[in-house]
């Protein structure tokens, strides 16, 4: 029985899970989107809560336990000069999990973790950019239509030898594919 046993061990011993997720943490740090499996995305979640809501007391304490808990001086300046203002007027929830689906090779699901964008836009400028987004889903379905309509273009020597069994040529998506016509 699991009585009063927190935490997921995800096949590894204490020392592999530590530094599994410190190295996680990093990435995010650094990347602030990165693509891992559910149950590794959930557990960084938490400990990259943690680091940013301590690297939000900007001291020289904090910067030696942050360098201490990441071992990467270019993630905990990151955290304490870009992060921390970013997200000094929210409480908590400063990462992100969205479900992508299942992974081809082991069907294990996998999930991309990110930081959230603390950005106030208006509100004209979100119904600007919505637009924009849609005319260039428009256009990139006109694109899709036009590469599957099939163009089929007959030589003009074989349609003057009018012989039997000459090759026709027909032009599909750029490839040309050749076939035995009859009259």
């Known amino acids: 029985m699991r009585h009063r046993v927190a935490g997921t061990k995800l096949g590894k011993d204490i020392k592999g899970r530590r530094a599994l997720f410190k ?5 995010l740090i650094l990347e602030e989107q990165i693509k891992t499996t559910q149950t590794k ?12 809501s301590k690297a939000k007391n ?23 000069e870009i992060l921390a203002p970013r997200f000094s007027d929210r409480v908590g929830g400063f990462t992100r999990i969205i479900k992508i689906g299942n992974r081809f090779s082991d069907s ?3 999930a991309v973790l990110e930081l ?7 509100l004209k400028e979100t ?14 379905r006109a694109q899709k239509k036009s590469k599957k309509k099939v163009a089929v273009k007959v030589e003009s020597k074989n349609l003057l030898a009018g012989k039997a069994g000459k090759k026709v040529v027909k032009k599909i998506s750029g490839k040309k594919v050749t076939k035995k016509g009859k009259k």
């Open 23 to 27: 190295n996680l943490a990093i990435s």
């Open 41 to 52: 995305a959930k557990v960084t979640k938490a400990v990259v809560d943690s680091l940013i």
């Open 58 to 80: 900007d001291s020289l304490a904090t910067r030696r336990l942050l360098i201490s808990r990441l071992s990467n001086q270019k993630a905990a300046a990151k955290l304490i």
């Open 108 to 110: 294990s699901p996998m």
């Open 116 to 122: 959230v964008k603390m950005e106030k836009k208006s």
């Open 127 to 140: 119904k600007k950019l919505e637009k924009e987004k849609a005319k260039e889903r428009k256009a990139r």
